[in-house]
């Protein structure tokens, strides 16, 4: 009872937003620790609340300003401080 245009579009909201990132997820843990992968994969939110405002004419309401800037800063901080176990381990 879908039309084709239903179709496509079913297929492109799903290509984009399930098989693409999902596909560069496990591509990129050829490359990183997994340890890592997960650390950046909460930057997930933050992406979608820039999308929607660049795409969709959204507002970023303060608090969600502030709680990015608080992810991003938790992301950085433990992927050095992995970073530096990592060294420490390695120097025993």
Known sequence: HYSINDWFVFFFISTISILLPYSLYFFGLHYIQASRAIITST??????????????????????????????????????????????????
Do not use: H
Not at 49 to 77: D, K, N, P
């Open 43 to 92: 930057l997930e939110p933050v992406v979608a609340i820039i999308a929607e405002y660049i795409f969709l004419g959204g507002v970023m309401t303060v608090l969600q300003s502030v709680g990015a800037v608080f992810v991003v800063v938790a992301i950085i901080v433990l992927q050095f401080q992995s970073r530096d176990a990592e060294v420490s381990i390695a120097q025993e």
